[in-house]
């Protein structure tokens, strides 16, 4: 009879054994909960990123919502590619610098900006400038009948002057009025319509007799004086003359009676306004006949434009328009 006994105990010492196990088994468990429970133990590494991807509000404000993954990648993209948060206020109403740049682009350029009348801003001018006062000498020449190199034609108006070879500039000076005046406090304003050779100096201004008079006796022939460019007051419109021999194969074409130097003259073509070279004899030429009969747009040296249509291409007469620069 011993046998069969001696055969059930085994199994109830393996029960017995096993209820120390499971209570070390629970009690490690238990451990563990509290140690995975207590405050600033950190789960897991994505726990960490997203407790460390909260503004300064947000992780000592409980309450603040916590960012999804979606808005803590977009947060790491733009401050790699060093736009705003747009958790920041200011970063809503401030463009991304590439915005900056493409609509600063879009400016427009300083050409197509007409200026306000009265501004003494001349981008376009050349070697005579408004609000300079130039020196030199006054000298005296026999103008005949007002003609001379700008190719105006004759004229009852003789306070003309002829201006020296360095400040006619290639006709750029062909047209402008300036201001003479003396030492002794005489002046004359006159219209330079003719350039003076070298020897003349820059800063010389060889008048006619009649404009000399206003300042001295001609028997004095040489003065010192000061000068400066003017903005006439004047109702008169521009005019515009194509050269004898223009034709729709080849055209010249001259402005007269503007009242402010002019800086360029383009004409209309089929790919928009083309300038033409100016010539020393003061016209504008078109050697090919581009833009000949067309639309024409005449800039002064303050930037502003005037377009005129309808000339007709006839040679060697004064046309005039309806149009005339602003004062200055």
């Not at 109830?12 to 209820?19: D, F, H, P, T, Y």
């Not at 915005?99 to 003494?120: C, D, E, F, M, Y």
């Not at 022939?221 to 729709?248: A, F, N």
Request: with cysteine; aromatic share 6%; hydrophobic share 35%.
């Amino acid at each position: 009879m011993a046998f069969p006994s001696h055969r059930r105990r085994p199994p109830r010492k393996r029960r017995a054994a096993l209820v120390p196990g499971i209570a070390v088994l629970a009690a490690g468990l238990v451990v563990l909960l509290v140690v995975a429970l207590q405050p600033g133990h950190r789960a897991d590494d994505a726990g960490h990123a997203r407790a460390t991807s909260l503004t300064g509000d947000q992780a000592s404000d409980p309450s603040s919502p916590r960012r999804t993954r979606s808005e803590t990648s977009q947060s790491r993209s733009e401050s790699r590619s060093g736009s705003p948060s747009p958790s920041s206020s200011a970063a809503t109403s401030t463009p991304a610098p590439h915005r900056t740049a493409a609509a600063s682009s879009r400016q427009p350029s300083a050409t197509a900006a007409v200026p306000r009348t009265g501004s003494g801003a001349a981008p376009l001018a050349g070697r005579i400038r408004p609000a300079v006062t130039y020196r030199g000498v006054a000298t005296h020449y026999d103008a005949g009948d007002g003609d001379g190199a700008c190719l105006y034609g004759p004229t009852d108006d003789l306070m003309i002057a002829a201006m020296n070879h360095a400040d006619y500039e290639s006709a750029k000076a062909c047209g402008a009025y300036v201001r003479v005046r003396t030492a002794d406090g005489a002046s004359v304003t006159v219209r330079v319509t003719n350039e003076c050779p070298l020897p003349c100096a820059p800063g010389q201004l060889d008048l006619s007799v009649q404009a000399f008079a206003k300042l001295a006796a001609p028997s004095r022939g040489r003065i010192s004086i000061t000068w400066s460019l003017l903005s006439p007051s004047t109702t008169d419109p521009v005019s515009l003359r194509y050269k004898t021999g223009s034709s729709r194969y080849w055209c010249a074409v001259q402005v007269i009676g503007h009242r402010n130097p002019v800086a360029r003259l383009e004409v209309r073509t089929g790919g928009g306004w083309s300038p033409l070279p100016r010539t020393d004899f003061n016209y504008f030429l078109s050697e090919h006949g581009s833009g000949c009969g067309g639309g024409l747009r005449i800039t002064d040296i303050y930037g502003e434009r005037l377009v005129v249509d309808g000339i007709a291409l006839r040679p060697d007469a004064v046309q005039p328009t309806r149009v005339q620069f602003a004062a200055h």
